[in-house]
C-alpha cells in the first residue's frame, strides 16, 4: 500500500508540475469562478425576495459556486488522460514498476488538490464580497471536502470516459452537455421548494446537489449532522465505485496494447 502511495503521489506532483506550467489555464480556472461568484450574485440577488428564501444570496451563493467550479473542472481529467494516450506516454510508463493504479488515478488527486485550492480561494472571495459562514471553520472545511470528494466521483468518471472512447470529441460533446443540467438540476442557485415538483425529485439522485446539501448543511448555524454524513456518506460510496470502475477500465485498456 504504501508503494501504491508514493507511485500516486510521485505521478501527481508530475501533474501538478505540469498545471503550473500552463499560467494561462490557472488563471482563468481562478477567474472563471469570480465571474460566476458575482455576475450570478448579481443576476439573482432578487431571489431571496420570494417567500421560502430568505437571508443573504451571496451565502448561500458561495457553496453553489464552490460546487459547480469542482464539478466543472474535474469533468476534463479525461482529456488529460486522453492526451498521454495519445502521445505514447501512458505505454512507456506501462513498461516501468510503477503501480498501474498511480497511473490512471495520479490526474483524480491532482484535480482533488486543485479543487482545494480553488474552493479555498472562492471561500475567501466570498467572504470579501460580505459572506457570512456561521458554521466556522469546520463548516468550511466540509464544504472543501464536498467539492474534493465531487471532484474525485467526476474526475473517476471523466478517466473511464477517455479510456473508452478515445476520442476529444466525445469527451467535449459530453461535458459540454452534463454540466448545464447536472449545476441547474440541483440546489446550486435555487432552493428545491423553489423548484417545479419533478425538479425536486431529480434533485435526490443528482451527486452535484448531494455536495450542496453536505456543504450548506455544514455551514448553517445549527449543522444537520444526519444530513452532512448521509450525503457526504453517498459521496464517498460513489467515489469509490467510480475509482473503481476507472481501475477496471485501465486494466482492460492495458490488454488491448
Known amino acids: 500500500m504504501s508503494v501504491a502511495l508514493r507511485h500516486t503521489w510521485y505521478m501527481t506532483q508530475r501533474q501538478l508540475v505540469a498545471a503550473i506550467r500552463q499560467p494561462a489555464f490557472l488563471v482563468i480556472t481562478l ?16 431571489v431571496v425576495e420570494l417567500p421560502g428564501f430568505g437571508g443573504s444570496y451571496l451565502d448561500y451563493l458561495v457553496p453553489g459556486v464552490v460546487v459547480m467550479s469542482a464539478l466543472s473542472s474535474a469533468m476534463w481529467a479525461g482529456m488529460s488522460t486522453l492526451d498521454e494516450i495519445e502521445r505514447g506516454t501512458l ?18 488527486v491532482q484535480q482533488a488538490v486543485s479543487t482545494s485550492v ?19 471553520a469546520g463548516g468550511l472545511a466540509l464544504l472543501v471536502l464536498a467539492s ?21 470529441e466525445s469527451i467535449i460533446a459530453l461535458n459540454t452537455f452534463l454540466l448545464l443540467p447536472l449545476t441547474f438540476v440541483s440546489s446550486a442557485f435555487m432552493k428545491p421548494g423553489l423548484m417545479p415538483g419533478w425538479m425536486r425529485h431529480a434533485v435526490d439522485f443528482n451527486p452535484v446537489d448531494w455536495a450542496l446539501v453536505m456543504s450548506r448543511s455544514a455551514l448553517g448555524g445549527e449543522p444537520d449532522w444526519g444530513l452532512v454524513l448521509g450525503r457526504g456518506g453517498l459521496l464517498l460510496v460513489a467515489g469509490v465505485v467510480a475509482v473503481w470502475v476507472s481501475g477496471r477500465t485501465f486494466r482492460a485498456y492495458q490488454r488491448s496494447v
Not at 505505454?91 to 483524480?108: E, I, K, Y
Not at 480553488?118 to 466556522?136: F, R
Open 31 to 46: 477567474i472563471q469562478p469570480v465571474i460566476w461568484l458575482f455576475l450570478f450574485g448579481a443576476l439573482f440577488r432578487r
Open 148 to 168: 474534493v470528494l465531487l471532484a474525485v466521483v467526476t474526475g473517476a468518471v471523466s478517466n473511464t470516459i477517455g479510456v473508452l472512447a478515445r476520442q476529444r
Open 91 to 108: 505505454n512507456r510508463f506501462l513498461t516501468t514498476p510503477v503501480s498501474r493504479g498511480a497511473l490512471l488515478n495520479a490526474n483524480v
Open 118 to 136: 480553488q474552493s479555498v480561494v472562492i471561500v475567501l472571495l466570498g467572504l470579501a464580497g460580505g459572506a457570512e459562514y456561521p458554521g466556522g
